[in-house]
């Protein structure tokens, strides 16, 4: 059984920043993909990064430039550290971990963006 755990949403301004952990228990295998996907209000879930277990890392064309995954393996651990960030990031954030053909989601961390 695999779950996942997200911390970091809030309420920031906009140009600010916010930093969102997930943390996986259970059975990890030592190749996965870790991501975060987002959902805004009326929108469909969309990926905004993922990072493979070799650390290689894929943006949505959105969040380039602001937004870095990144993951420590040792602790089953992602990171989404978002940077000027924009009203238009509001959404619900939600981990995903990709392991021998099944996906795993979190809960789901709200982030909210005002301008």
């Known amino acids: 059984q695999v779950q996942l755990a997200e911390s970091g949403g809030g309420l920031v301004q906009a140009g600010g920043s916010l930093r969102l952990s997930c943390v996986a228990s259970?059975?990890?295998?030592?190749?996965?993909?870790m991501g975060w996907y987002r959902q805004a209000p009326g929108k469909q879930r969309e990926l905004v990064a993922a990072?493979?277990?070799?650390?290689?890392?894929d943006y949505a064309n959105s969040v380039k430039g602001r937004f870095t995954i990144s993951r420590d393996n040792a602790k089953k651990t992602v990171y989404l550290q978002m940077n000027s960030l924009k009203p238009e990031d509001t959404a619900v954030y939600y981990c995903l971990l990709s392991q021998v053909r099944r996906d795993y989601w979190g809960q789901g961390t709200q982030v909210t963006v005002s301008s």
């Open positions: 259970g059975i990890i295998f030592t190749f996965n993909t």
């Open positions: 990072i493979t277990s070799g650390s290689s890392a």
